[in-house]
């Protein structure tokens, strides 16, 4: 392969990297905002006293679904998904893997995926959103997703989109732990005007 086919392969690997990487921020932003509604006794208590459990049941699903779709999508294995695989698929050709910063990094990336892919949180959560929630299946699927699982996921990915993005060399280096108190603070925020709201 050319070198200037190579190093446009490399570049297919940075940008589709870059758009993983906002997916991940957008899984750090639904876990702050879901994980606030979903154990924080203040926002319980103010809703039940509110008597608006109803419609709220319906929106902390509503987050906790869109969070189990974004991060599981990460781990899709179509030839056009936005996903680790798609990108891992491009630099493994050894002419693009010379071309990398950092190919210790991308060897990481590549045996933590498999690591993750193979565990129980990553394979529940994939469950789940195939039978549950984006077929609806009627046949009673087991359901062996739990609560920890979606955090455990979410550690796995930050950790596989950070060690991908030292791997490439012109993607810009992500602030997943910074998002993370950004998107803490927020949800504080979003909850703490909500439950203020409904007291009164």
Known sequence: MPNSVAGARLTEASNLMEATNNEVVRAISLRAVWGRCANDQDVLTAINHANQTLTFTIVREALLKDLVLTLTKLYDTGKDDLSFRRVLDVVKDPTVRVLLADALACEEAEARYREVTDGEHCRSLRRFRNKQLA???????????????VGALLEDTIWIASRLSIALPSVPRPNFEPAKMIWDHEANRFWTALITGVAR
């Open 135 to 149: 077929h609806g299946d009627t046949r009673g699927a087991e359901q062996t997703a739990t609560y920890g699982h």
